[in-house]
């Protein structure tokens, strides 16, 4: 994974987005890894796969905008609920059936187009 920050912005549209930043000395490898991984999202379009919404490679650093996860990815959403005393409550195994058949589909939605997502891959 490149060396990069995710922020938090809200646009003039009113929608919430993520915005991955490459680090300012970054090699010129980590930069090809940072472009590589934007061109392989932006043939991304699957309701259970985030979104890439646009690249800023103008002026440095480079920048990926996405839509935003209000709860993060799905492994830290997950491991913050495993707590049944947590606030943030356990979640239902209905719930957690959907959330299984929402990965299998993002994931044979992305093995249809020969590509292996990273988490999954070992």
Request: glycine share 4%.
């Amino acid at each position: 994974m490149c060396p990069s920050t995710v922020t938090f912005w809200t646009c003039i549209l009113q929608c919430s987005v993520a915005v991955k930043t490459l680090k300012l000395n970054a090699t010129l490898e980590e930069k090809q890894d940072f472009l590589r991984e934007a061109d392989i999202m932006k043939g991304f379009d699957h309701t259970n796969i985030v979104r890439l919404l646009g690249v800023c490679t103008l002026a440095e650093p480079l920048l990926t905008v996405m839509e935003f996860m209000l709860h993060g990815d799905l492994k830290t959403f997950l491991l913050s609920r495993r707590n049944p005393k947590d606030e943030c409550g356990e979640i239902s195994d209905k719930n957690l059936t959907s959330m299984a058949r929402d990965v299998a589909c993002a994931l044979s939605y992305l093995a249809d187009r020969k590509f292996v997502h990273r988490p999954y891959s070992k």
